[in-house]
């Protein structure tokens, strides 16, 4: 048999190869058939939005009370709920009030008496008065009954004030609640004894309102008193209508309205912050439950200076070239173009672009990592797109 030429051989061979090394690459980059890549682009959001913001803190109660007896005895009673709220003058513990109410007779008693001897000696002083003039009673004897009269007034108003003292510590084996507000549970039970102003029976804190403390940062307490030097702020110092937003750990945004209504006298140098406090209205809702407890993790939010317009775009837009950000944007002859900004505060999930692009701008929002300043591109028009709100977990 023959033997084909050898360059027959390889000629038949060769198509197949080219095709097997075809297949085994990669296909062709995006716009390698000829066309620009697709993007997507937006034109900015422009609305009215207000500069804040945000801090943690705390609830506190306005008012709470530390209740001690203002007697001593043995505790008689309980008249309360633990945890349950109570009225300001509510009963809450009974001491035993006998040792008081015997020691109230006596000095009842002991007015009595005292009110009997003054109206004897009233009698032999103006009996005797005018007889001191005839000689019938010499003047020593005289000076003597008037000075008896004077002693017995004397102990007739101590008598009497001790009988206001002991009606008062016969008061006071009741002990009541000194405000408005929820109580604790009771620290003492019957039968033990009670130490006038040392032995704590329970706590009593207030319900409604409630503050909120939070810390403001230097830098942003600079930026404040800037804007009240202009006009463009109220002062929480100089007025009580400054509103604040709360949100609590399990709330999504800040539902909850407010005012400041105090801020500190001094920046407390070991953190560079200045307490700052809030008012919020806590009232009953559904089976008398309140939203607020004092001690509670909350979110605030303050608006800093006017509403003003703003351009808002994705932050899937920006990108960030060694700490400088930028936007690639379209013109419309389909050319990308590369924006440097400076931006500002997140507004619903859209971020501020203060300096470097204006509102009928296309700005690409996908497809950033393709693109670079002078190419050309395609372009899909869509609404700009927000920023998914992350999780109460996540923020925490």
């Known amino acids: 048999m023959r033997l084909r030429p050898?360059?027959?051989?390889?000629?038949g061979t060769m198509p197949v190869l080219a095709a097997a090394l075809t297949g085994c690459g990669h296909g062709p980059e995006p716009g390698a058939s000829g066309q620009p890549p697709l993007v997507k682009v937006s034109t900015p959001v422009y609305r009215e939005v207000t500069d804040y913001?945000?801090?943690t803190g705390r609830t506190d109660a306005v008012e709470s009370v530390d209740v001690?007896?203002?007697v001593s005895g043995y505790l008689d009673k309980i008249l309360f709920e633990p945890g349950a709220e109570v009225k300001k003058g509510q009963r809450l513990f009974k001491i035993d009030p006998r040792p008081y109410q015997a020691a109230l007779d006596q000095a009842q008693g002991q007015v009595a008496y005292n009110e009997a001897s003054l109206a004897r000696l009233n009698r032999d002083y103006e009996r005797n008065r005018t007889l001191v003039g005839t000689g019938a009673i010499s003047p020593q004897d005289f000076d003597k009954i008037r000075g008896d009269r004077e002693q017995a007034m004397g102990a007739l108003v101590a008598a009497k004030a001790s009988v206001v003292n002991n009606k008062l510590n016969l008061e006071f084996t009741d002990i009541l609640s000194p405000i408005d507000g929820r109580v604790g549970r009771n620290l003492i039970t019957v039968g033990n004894l009670v130490n006038q102003d040392q032995t704590l029976l329970t706590t009593v804190v207030s319900q409604d309102?409630?503050?909120?403390?939070?810390?403001?940062d230097e830098r942003t307490l600079l930026r404040v008193q800037e804007l009240i030097r202009q006009g463009k702020m109220k002062s929480a110092r100089t007025t009580k209508d400054v509103p604040l937003l709360l949100g609590l750990a399990n709330e999504e945004g800040f539902p909850h309205k407010g005012t400041i209504d105090f801020v500190n006298n001094q920046v407390d140098a070991s953190t560079g912050t200045i307490q700052v406090r809030g008012t919020f209205a806590n009232p009953p809702g559904p089976n008398q439950t309140r939203l607020l407890t004092p001690?509670?993790?909350v979110r605030i939010r303050v608006s800093i200076g006017d509403a003003h317009k703003a351009i808002l775009v994705s932050e899937r837009a920006i990108g960030s070239d060694q700490g400088q950000k930028f936007v690639f944007?379209?013109?419309?002859?389909?050319v990308v173009g590369r924006r440097e900004v400076d931006l500002g505060e997140l507004h619903d999930g859209l971020r501020e672009v203060v300096k470097g692009l204006g509102k009928e701008d296309w700005v690409v929002v996908a497809g950033l990592q393709r693109l670079s300043p002078g190419a050309p591109v395609r372009t899909e028009k869509v609404p700009m797109?927000?920023?998914p709100r992350p999780s109460q977990n996540a923020a925490e």
């Open 6 to 11: 050898l360059f027959l051989v390889f000629s």
């Open 53 to 55: 913001a945000d801090f």
């Open 68 to 70: 001690r007896a203002r």
């Open 209 to 216: 309102p409630m503050y909120a403390y939070f810390d403001v």
């Open 295 to 297: 001690g509670l993790f």
């Open 329 to 334: 944007v379209v013109d419309d002859k389909g």
């Open 385 to 387: 797109p927000v920023t």
